[in-house]
């Protein structure tokens, strides 16, 4: 039986942590059935992650171990003068953490998810384990981030994965020699039956059943959207659709959702627009909405939020930029409008729903292209695929 460490940088349930509990239950999946020998034999998992969490509670569900410790987390605080001797010492101390976690736990495989944990790769690429290092992120800003993160990926995976073409552009030097685009997929297709009750979810919201409703789905914080949301609102004036936007603040960050709440009271927008907390439901609040709302104001590397939309049927109006390129098919699927102005948000909202006809079509039209994919199962088999590759017995030795 072969170890697989994941570590994680988060414990919570946004767009990461849901693929990596996707991969998780696949393996799960995988251990429950019969299997052949070599590669495809059952994996046990471990899971490091920097605190507990409703993550944690999910992973232990599937049988996983979780441990907690310091991983090493690159945040852009510690980027600040000052600031780096405590990052590499807090590095360090991750890189350790790691490592002895494969010592313990006899570690075939350590996955290291996101690229803010640079002290958990360090550990990964000095232990005996592969090292497989799959890429969320676009780094923008500063450049020299962007470039000395490709090369610490480029020296320290055996394999790297990138969620989609776009990260893969941004993040990974085009010299490496084990290097995959896996588009992330749903976990599962969720039958109208599985759904809260369209009508029922719509009412407690206060939202009436000839109202629009735009829902826009994601973690609080400077980029997602939010505030260029409220311009756009103002915008529309009384055209505006109702709009809920469900997501909290990471940890430590509530100043990001304090701001945003004050805002809609002070412009007068509490009629239209109205914040709730982050959902476990999301699919039911999706499912009620007549678009979806992906307004980023940096490029998304993926857009999780946007193909979950889209397996309910939800058409998604998205910023034109980073990997919702890839998943929005602009007229057909939602709409695409340009990055950070609100005159266009505001303009494709009422291109959208303005025209039921167009509305009407987009939304069978997402499911299907959702199907034809970005499912769980081709998400899994691609990962789980990685994983055997490296296990098998004509795998390449790891660099030294």
Known sequence: MSTILFTHPS???????????????????????????????????????????????????????????????????????????????????????????????????????TTVLIGAAYGAHRSSAHHVWHVHEILDNPSWARLGMRSLIKRWSDVAIANSRATAAAMLDPRIERAKTIYNGVARDRGDDELGDRAKVRRGL????????????????????????????????????????????????EHFAIRLD??????????????????????????????????????????????????????????DHGGLQEIVEHGVTGALFAPGSADALAGAMRDVLGDPGRLASMGPAARERQRSMFTHERYAEEMLGVYESLMAPWAVQRAA
């Open 11 to 113: 414990a919570e349930l946004y767009g990461a942590d849901r693929t990596l509990l996707q991969v998780v239950e696949a393996i799960a999946e995988r251990n429950a059935s019969p299997q052949a020998e070599g590669p495809r034999a059952p994996s046990r998992v471990v899971v490091a992650l920097p605190r507990r969490g409703v993550l944690a509670d999910r992973l232990e569900a599937l049988g996983a171990i979780v441990e907690v410790g310091e991983l090493g987390a690159a945040l852009r605080a510690d980027l600040a003068p000052g600031r780096f001797g405590k990052f590499l010492h807090k590095a360090r101390r991750g890189a350790r953490f790691v490592e002895s976690l494969v010592e313990r736990h006899g570690v075939d495989i350590v996955h290291t998810n």
């Open 206 to 253: 206060g939202v009436g059943a000839g109202d629009a409703l735009a829902v826009l789905p994601g973690r609080i914080n400077s980029w997602k959207g939010q505030r260029l949301a409220l311009d756009a609102a103002e915008r529309l004036g009384d055209a505006c659709p109702r709009i809920v936007i469900a997501g909290s603040p990471p940890p430590g960050q």
């Open 262 to 319: 004050a805002e809609i009271r002070e412009r007068g927008l509490a009629e239209r627009v109205m914040r709730i907390p982050f959902t476990e439901d999301l699919p039911s609040l999706l499912a009620a909405a007549d678009v979806c709302l992906v307004p980023s104001t940096r490029p998304e590397p993926f857009g999780l939020v946007a193909i979950e939309a889209m397996a309910v049927g939800t058409p998604v109006i998205a910023a």
